[in-house]
């Protein structure tokens, strides 16, 4: 069966530190993945998609970036985070419907 | 541009009562409609789905949906609420066709579901 994994399940990170969240995927091969914020326990933010290695798509220009080096791995990254960076991250792997894994909860502080 | 729309930020029943949550939409050709719930501090987690065929879904812990391709309506039903369905409700729509914008599953922006013991 498939499953998706992403961790840590929660940060607290000071403003002006890197950022690296990591979203896996198993039992599934060449996936479609995505890279959602949530930000206010509310609407569904699309940040990145990708739908191969190294095929990366922005959705919204910001201070983040993503990275697919393996088929069934996504990176979420940033150089220097922001206070409003903060939020609710969610990783997911969508065939049709979406598979979301258990999302980080990212604190600048 | 597809968009979802949930009118209500919040909806409130009574444990027992049959609840709706709504959920209208845009899209280009022929939808694909879903609907997730999320528990706090939780990824979302898939619901049901209208792909094609019968109007009415049936989908995970007793809740269905109805398809109105007229309305373009999607709205999520429980014919008897529980104290445990509280949580924050998510409809989701992108187009059937397969071309690039069929990467795009837009999310409606979340309705709170209450349910008052």
């Known amino acids: 069966s498939q499953t998706i994994h992403q961790w840590p399940a929660t940060l607290v990170q000071p403003v002006g530190s890197p950022l690296s969240l990591e979203c896996t995927v198993e039992?599934?091969?060449?996936?479609?993945l995505y890279w959602y914020r949530q930000a206010a326990g509310r609407g569904l933010q699309l940040l990145f998609y990708s739908v191969g290695i190294g095929q990366i798509s922005s959705e919204v220009p910001q201070n983040l970036s993503a990275s697919r080096p393996q088929d069934r791995q996504f990176i979420l990254s940033s150089k220097k985070l922001l206070l409003s960076d903060s939020g609710f991250y969610l990783c997911?792997?969508?065939?049709?419907?979406?598979?979301f894994g258990q999302g980080t909860r990212l604190t600048v502080v | 541009a597809q968009s979802v729309a949930q009118p209500e930020d919040q909806v409130n029943v009574a444990e027992g009562n049959p609840l709706t949550v709504k959920c209208t939409y845009s899209v280009s050709g022929n939808p694909y409609l879903f609907w997730y719930v999320q528990y706090p501090n939780r990824g979302l987690q898939f619901l049901l789905k209208y792909i094609t065929g019968d109007n009415l879904v049936k989908g995970s812990y007793g809740f269905e949906a109805e398809f109105n391709k007229s309305q373009t309506s999607f709205h999520l039903k429980k014919p008897s609420a529980l104290v445990s369905d509280s949580a924050l409700y998510f409809c989701?729509?992108?187009?059937?066709?397969?071309?690039?914008?069929?990467?795009?599953?837009?999310f409606g922006k979340g309705t709170k579901l209450s349910v008052i013991p």
């Open positions: 989701a729509v992108r187009p059937k066709y397969s071309g690039a914008g069929s990467y795009q599953l837009t």
């Open positions: 997911a792997w969508r065939p049709k419907e979406a598979f």
């Open positions: 039992g599934t091969s060449n996936p479609n």
